[in-house]
């Protein structure tokens, strides 16, 4: 029926005409080094878009009335430009979330944010406890994030984010961040750990158990005002689904701006193979949106391939393409980590050292470094 959520479902796989929401990383420059790092972000790129061609962007997001963009990196705040950026983004009409470690948010920052309006800040953490975040974001990053949470209370910015990659050394942490977020009358926003960046070097290591999944499904499910970007909508096959879309957005309601420019279709799968234009290209961003091939092409009608006998795959949609494309499965095969098992028999069959590589990578390898608590 019209306006049923299934309908709108229908209808937002074939594509938008500009993206609900954009992920924009201004830098691959970074002060921290976390194992997981999507952009594998450590140092910046000199052929990074200049601020004259940020602002073009911003102009070109405005005339698409793309309702907000999620602004990341690296760590976007290093950029000299970057307030700069974000005052022109909201005086134009373009809502900014951005997403950061804390490092550079003084007292002064705080209040500075706390008076701009259309803003939404994200702070990142990955563990509850500074033993558990600093194993995979660095030493001293759990401190630093914490003062940037009391200087923007201190500020009266409002109930920005606390945002978590959900991995399997944090799952016994999940009421312990509800309530830090309740204690600075935050938003807790989970989010999934994908094969992607550095992150294709510790997923093996880091993504949460079978059991660990039915025990975050359990809790998301019990907790509808956790925020997820729809990060978990494979974890829907284990019965109720979880609020959101329950789809892969990518080239149809999301896609990802690089710091050079380059336009692909998912903010976790940095690979030629799905790289779309640049916004340095004749028509801008505008034109890879809306004349790409590759957008055009995952728009289209896809089948169920190797899941079709799976009773589950209206629920879960096949999962995710970034973690099936950086472990090496086929994108119509099942999620690495399908709640059905699947995806586990898959991962099985790939030859080792058969999955692509993902770039581009800016830093030197990192390792998790495990530590006591206390």
Known sequence: MPGSPSRLTDDL????DAPICLT????????????????SSGRR??????????????????????FYVNIGGGEPTIRPDFYDVVDYAVSRG????????????TPEKAQRLAATDYL???????????????????????ATARRAMDHLAEAGFGPFKISVVVTRHNVAELDAFEALAAHYGA?????????????????????????????????????PGVLTGDSFFHLSALGEPLPG??????????CLIDPVGDVYACPFVLHPEFRAGSVRDPGGFAHVWRGSEL??????PTSAGACASCGAYDACQGGCMASKFFTGLPLDGPDPECVRGFGEAALAAVAAGSAPVPGPVHSSPVRLVRKPAG
Not at 13 to 16: D, E, F, V, W
Not at 94 to 105: E, L, Y
Not at 245 to 254: H, M, S, W
């Open 94 to 105: 373009v809502g900014v979330k951005f997403s950061t470690n804390g490092s550079t948010i």
């Open 13 to 16: 796989k074939h594509g938008l």
């Open 120 to 142: 939404d800040v994200q702070i990142s953490i990955d563990g509850a406890l500074a033993a558990t975040n600093d194993a995979v974001r660095g030493d001293g990053s759990y």
């Open 187 to 223: 938003q807790l926003r989970l989010t999934r750990l994908r094969p992607s960046g550095r992150g294709a070097d510790t997923w093996a290591e880091l993504h949460p158990t079978a059991g660990q999944q039915v025990e975050l499904y359990r809790w998301l499910v019990d907790r």
């Open 245 to 254: 879309l329950n789809l892969c957005g990518a080239g149809r309601v999301v």
């Open 24 to 39: 924009w990383e201004l830098t691959y420059g970074c002060n921290l080094a976390c194992v997981h790092c999507l952009s």
């Open 295 to 300: 957008f055009r092409s995952l728009r289209e």
């Open 45 to 66: 790129d000199p052929d990074e878009l200049r601020t004259d061609e940020l602002l073009r962007v911003v102009d070109e997001l405005h005339d698409l009335q793309v």
